[in-house]
């Protein structure tokens, strides 16, 4: 949480393929544990990085449907182009765009809409870490301290809209890689073209 009180593992693995992780989140704002499970699986299949997450509501609260954060991606400040397609023909080759997002500590987040379903933050060479997830079209994002500072932090997560209510389990595959705009494009749409 805010206070660097770390969430319990409940149970991790590595069988040499698979890398796996229950945990029991804290809440981040300090109240301490929270009535939900999340766990994580990944695995490597060539060039991509393959994550499963499973989240599950324990709780007895429900609430309103929210854009909820899933999943986020921090990377180091030097990788700080947010880069995406927003030209209205989805894998067409049209041109990427590549933003600058907002600094934090002065402008808040920034929401991005875009047409692809992957977004990825590339370092002043073109090269960096993209994520795909198929059916995303919206995320949030933001650039936090200077380059060279301590925690200074490239972030951005894709909006799905649910509600939490009694018994919610969300899961869903995400799938990373690194290297250029046009590497991570070409993948992404070999899995777009895949169905993943």
């Not at 704002?29 to 999340?38: A, C, D, F, S, Y």
């Not at 993948?187 to 169905?195: C, I, T, Y």
Request: with cysteine.
């Amino acid at each position: 949480d805010s206070d660097n009180v770390p969430s319990e593992v409940v149970e991790y693995c590595n069988d040499g393929s698979t890398l796996y992780a229950k945990t029991i989140p804290r809440d981040w704002g300090g109240l301490g544990v929270t009535p939900t499970v999340m766990e994580e699986w990944i695995t490597l299949a060539g060039d991509l990085a393959v994550i499963r997450f499973r989240f599950e509501y324990l709780g007895d609260w429900d609430n309103a449907p929210r854009h909820q954060e899933v999943p986020a991606l921090f990377v180091r400040r030097e990788l700080e182009h947010l880069t995406m397609y927003q030209g209205g023909a989805p894998w067409s080759g049209g041109a990427l765009t590549s933003i600058l997002p907002n600094q934090l500590e002065s402008d808040g987040n920034q929401r991005v809409d875009f047409d692809e379903p992957w977004l990825a933050y590339l370092d002043a060479d073109g090269w960096g870490v993209g994520l795909y997830k198929r059916g995303e079209d919206q995320a949030t994002s933001y650039r936090y301290k200077s380059i060279g500072e301590d925690t200074a932090t490239s972030y951005f997560a894709f909006l799905d809209t649910f509600a939490l209510v009694t018994g919610l389990v969300h899961d869903y595959t995400i799938y990373m890689k690194i290297g250029s705009s046009g590497e991570l494009r070409t993948r992404f749409m070999e899995l777009h073209q895949a169905g993943l």
